[in-house]
């Protein structure tokens, strides 16, 4: 069955998102991107808050943007946290991008999975291709992938990626025995049109906030998208917690 990721801003959010039936907690800061990388004291502050049977996850930006001195300097704080994902926007013109991916990839604790993002407004945000992205996190050991859209003011998914495209990706990642999220802007009535497509998660910010995606998150509307994602029985979620797991990354 396809859950519900909500990403939230601080513990406050978190713990509504908990109460309207997310299953799990991403960490972001909306004003600073489609994958604004949130304060270390709002990751500590939001794991201490969430209970520990919940998993976390924490958007750190977009590759072109952090160090790997950066990121290892996140490392403690980043540890109890199950997953993080990093963007590639303005990676698609740089020859080295897998290397250094890798490498700033290989600073996070090794208990904390690998999202790998593929962005399905890619031409624009200039970013690698899905094939080639997808590629890359089979190589690189990482643990799921995201189908998102980096410039939210442009869109939601399906303006750039059709169903039967998202469905290609999604199963050849699910082939490759990845953990697949689904975001980009989704609706209520959208994320009920692409159910059919199981992924393992549905991700949503702007949809369950109020005013917007900079806006504050409502238990209303997160048990809104909880509700028709109950009352489907279709896909299959492959979380588990991971234990100590270890990466090729």
Known sequence: MTALLVSVRDAAEALTALRGGATLIDVKEPRHGSLGAASPEIWREVRRAVPADVPCSAALGELQDVTPEQIASWRDSLASYQFAKLGLAGCGAIA??????????RKLPPETRRVAVIYADWQSAGAPPPEVILQ???????????????????????????????SQILGAARAAGLMTVLAGSLTLALTRELLPLAADF???????????????????LVASFAEILLSTREGTNHFSPPAKATFAA
Not at 96 to 105: A, C, F, G
Not at 136 to 153: E, P
Not at 209 to 220: F, K, L, Q, S, Y
């Open 202 to 220: 549905v991700a949503v910010r702007g949809a369950v906030c109020r005013a917007g995606r900079v806006g504050t998150v409502d238990e209303t």
């Open 96 to 105: 080295s991008w897998q290397q250094r991916w890798q490498e700033v990839l």
């Open 136 to 166: 890359a996190a089979i190589d690189c050991g990482c643990s799921a992938i995201l189908l998102d859209t980096f410039d939210k003011a442009g869109g939601t998914i399906i303006n750039f990626l059709s169903p039967g495209e998202l």
